[in-house]
């Protein structure tokens, strides 16, 4: 096994590249409310005076969005890089992305949603340790408890082990190890097949969608198994699937319960441990995971620690 590499914590005063890699700015209020957020953190934004000039769907063009991450990466001043948000791009410009910068000066890589595609692809590449949580523009929005998880992974205290109510054991009596995988599935599909696709044996795989009907989520599941991912996975953890967040507490309940249901009956002859619930996607509660990190799933206790 590589060794793993993990990002220089950061400090009072450290400077954040926020990047742009996937989709257009267009919540503008969640964007300077994330700023004044990590100004309150003590941490100084850096981004540009223009914002992006967009692209259609896209932040810029996917030469520009990659330079624009390139650049942030080795500017030596730059601590750190947050996506400004997710959306979709991240699968066009990550093979422009270069990586003898990002394997000689470790810094954190933060975002979620469409981000994951750079989580898995640059984690399976160079072994570096990135933060899956929330974006620039989704921060202020997020849980207090989520916003001091976020900045307790950024400051170097990823390992403190995340021990939360109401994650559901729905399979498991032990202890499960394996670095942290996934992500948003939707876009954790689109690597399958293609160069950036990472390594599922032995893993803990994450999954979290938004927006996305049960027919749609039982598509990609099955198709994840019909692959052969989900067969020697180490655990899944089932993060939050939420159609909107207006959802109606009962059918929330229903849809989250016949996705667990779908992924229990998929890896039913496994024997794979299996939670559900945990507070990771789209939804005000988007807990930071080390992607990458060595895992421990105890579904004694329902605690997830870090190695």
């Known amino acids: 096994m590589r060794e793993q590499y993990s990002p220089a914590p950061l400090k ?16 503008r209020q969640g964007f300077d409310a994330g700023i004044k957020v990590l100004q309150e953190m003590g941490f100084e934004p850096r981004f540009p005076r223009d914002l992006w000039p967009g692209n259609g769907y896209l932040a810029d063009s996917d030469a520009a969005r990659a330079e624009e991450f390139n650049r942030m990466w080795a500017t030596p001043e730059v ?3 947050l996506a400004a948000r997710g959306g979709y791009g991240c699968l066009r410009m990550a093979g422009l992305i270069d990586l003898a910068p990002v394997r000689a000066t470790p810094k954190a890589l933060i975002g979620f949603s469409d981000i ?3 989580h898995n692809f640059i984690g399976q590449e160079t072994n570096l340790i990135s933060f899956h949580g929330p974006t620039l523009s989704t921060l202020a929005g997020s849980s207090k408890e989520s916003r001091e998880r976020w900045y307790q992974c950024v400051t170097g205290n990823w390992r403190a082990p995340l ?23 939707s876009s954790l599909l689109t690597l399958l097949a293609t160069p950036f ?3 599922f044996v032995g893993r803990i795989l994450f999954l979290e969608d938004v927006g996305e009907p049960l027919y749609r989520i039982d598509r990609m599941l099955t198709q994840l198994w019909l692959a052969g991912k989900l067969r020697r996975l180490a655990g899944i953890i089932l993060g939050d699937f939420s159609l909107a967040g207006n959802m109606e507490t009962n059918e929330k309940i229903r849809h989250h319960e016949a996705i667990w249901g779908r992924v229990l009956q998929l890896t039913a002859n496994t024997g794979i441990p299996v939670w559900g619930g945990f507070p990771v996607g789209h939804g005000l509660e988007n807990m930071t995971l080390p992607h990458g990190a060595e895992a421990v799933m105890d579904s004694r206790n329902g605690q997830l620690s870090f190695l």
Request: charged letters at 25%; proline letters at 6%.
């Open 12 to 27: 009072p005063g450290a400077v954040i590249g926020i990047i742009a890699p996937a989709g257009q700015i267009r919540d």
């Open 79 to 81: 601590s750190a890089l």
């Open 116 to 118: 994951s595609v750079l």
């Open 163 to 185: 021990q939360i109510k109401g994650v559901e054991v729905l399979r498991g009596a032990e202890e499960a190890r394996g670095r942290l995988l996934g992500g948003n599935l």
């Open 197 to 199: 696709e990472p390594e």
